[in-house]
C-alpha cells in the first residue's frame, strides 16, 4: 500500500502563492501515477494536476498557467506549485497515488487552502 501525506494549506491572499507538498512512503515502486483533487464546500471534487512515471502532465482548465506539478524522485515528494491565486481556489487539496498493476487509488488526509483578503 501507499500512504501519502500533505503540508502546505494555509490561508493566504487573492494574488499570492502557495506550494503544497505530498510525501508518498509504503510501496512507492509501484506507483505509476500522482497528482492533486481538490473539494470545495458543496461542490465534488475535481482534479487539478496530474503527474505519470511517463513524465506527463496534465491540468484543469481554471489552473493552466497558474499551477505547476513537479516532483522529487529522491524524496518520494509531489509538489503543487501555485501562484495567482484566487478566491474560487479555496478548497480542500487532496494528494492521490495511482499503484499496482489495477491502479489502486490512494488519498492522503487533505490540507486546506483558503484564498482571502
Known amino acids: 500500500q501507499v500512504q501519502l501525506m500533505e503540508s502546505g494549506g494555509e490561508l493566504v491572499q487573492p494574488g499570492g502563492s502557495l506550494r503544497l507538498s505530498c510525501a508518498a512512503s509504503?510501496?512507492?515502486?509501484?506507483?505509476?501515477?500522482m497528482g492533486w483533487y481538490r473539494q470545495a464546500p458543496g461542490k465534488e471534487r475535481e482534479l487539478v494536476a496530474t503527474?505519470?512515471?511517463?513524465?506527463?502532465?496534465k491540468y484543469a482548465d481554471s489552473v493552466k498557467g497558474r499551477f505547476t506539478i513537479s516532483r522529487d524522485s529522491a524524496k518520494n515528494t509531489v509538489y503543487l506549485e501555485m501562484n495567482t491565486l484566487k478566491p474560487e481556489d479555496t478548497a480542500v487539496y487532496y494528494c492521490?497515488?495511482?499503484?499496482?498493476?489495477?491502479?489502486?487509488?490512494?488519498w492522503g488526509q487533505g490540507t486546506q487552502v483558503t484564498v482571502s483578503s
Open positions: 509504503g510501496s512507492i515502486r509501484t506507483i505509476n501515477a
Open positions: 492521490y497515488a495511482d499503484s499496482g498493476l489495477r491502479a489502486r487509488r490512494s
Open positions: 503527474f505519470t512515471i511517463g513524465g506527463s502532465t
